[in-house]
């Protein structure tokens, strides 16, 4: 089953008066590429996380959303640093003495230097919350998995809808190119006819000339091969793994084919059905930017 590189996910865990929410969303480029943005606190999970999400998804640019949320649960204390408000006291003590003022050094006053007191969080017990923030993660893959997939499935039906039609046009070609060598000698013996008048015209030279022409101008090894191809990139479909590269790969054997045939080509009708071969397989080619 093929995947698209675009989805979204989000998995959210409570537990403990803690919530811890996970959010994945995801686009096409040419490699993995993850970037996670989370709490401080929780920079040494990074590699874990990354593990995890590597596991499951091979390409795509993936952008790994990470919020922790508390209820009711402080875990952020107040915390005197003694020394400093000694310090800060015993300065204000001389001032006074120095000054002779009479106010008296008040408890408000010192708690309104900095650092005096300071709020702490606590640190986060980082194996515990590893416990609910990877089921998070896990559920947000899923989610985002699922979407992949699901858009994966239309681009693959689209994909063989467009298959199906080159190969119809490429029918048509087939049938058209068995008539350009006897188009070439119409043409041909007319023209020659012309030019000489009541000359009689070498049947031998007109038909070594033909035969030239028909060997210069055969394209039944070009159109064997893209139908082949044609029929690897529909296999290639149904193959469980990422395949994005490999059927870029076959779509350029396509359009090299392709593009002998036009180089070659002489009828008009040929060129116009190659021409829309061509189309098809540009219009394949975006959607293919798009599958892991």
């Known amino acids: 089953m093929i995947k698209s590189m675009t989805g979204y996910g989000r998995g959210t865990v409570e537990s403990d008066g803690q919530s811890f929410t996970v959010e ?28 995890v999400v590597q596991q499951k998804i091979n390409r ?9 949320a508390d209820f009711g649960n402080c875990s952020t204390r107040a915390v005197l640093d003694e020394e400093l408000a000694d ?12 000054y002779d003022i009479k106010e008296g050094v008040s408890l408000d006053l010192i708690a309104r230097f900095p650092d005096v007191i300071t709020l702490k969080k606590e640190e986060d ?19 985002l998995m699922d979407m992949r997939e699901k858009e994966g499935e239309k681009l693959k039906e ?29 043409k041909l013996s007319d023209r020659l006819k012309d030019l000489l008048g009541k000359y009689p015209v070498d049947e031998n030279r007109l038909a070594m000339e033909i035969a030239l022409f028909a060997d210069k101008s055969c394209i039944d090894e070009e159109i064997v091969r893209l139908n082949s191809h044609i029929i690897q990139f529909k296999d290639t479909l149904n193959v469980d793994e990422p395949v994005g590269r490999k059927l870029d ?25 190659i021409l829309n071969v061509k189309n098809e397989i540009e219009k394949i080619r975006e959607q293919i930017q798009n599958v892991e």
């Open 87 to 98: 310090s800060y006291v015993e300065c204000l003590n001389r001032i006074r003495e120095k």
């Open 24 to 51: 994945i969303k995801s686009v096409n480029h040419r490699y993995c590429d993850l970037n996670i943005k989370m709490p401080k606190s929780f920079m040494p999970l990074e590699d874990r996380i990354r593990k």
């Open 60 to 68: 795509g640019k993936v952008d790994i959303f990470i919020t922790q």
């Open 249 to 273: 790969f076959i779509l350029q054997e396509m359009n090299r084919e392709a593009n002998t045939i036009a180089s070659k080509s002489t009828n008009l009708e040929v060129t116009r059905l």
């Open 125 to 143: 017990d980082l194996e515990s919350a590893w416990e609910y923030l990877l089921q998070a993660l896990n559920d947000a893959i899923s989610m």
């Open 158 to 186: 689209n994909m063989i809808e467009k298959c199906s039609h080159i190969q119809a046009l490429m029918d048509d070609i087939e049938k058209q190119s068995f008539k350009i060598p006897e188009e070439y000698r119409e």
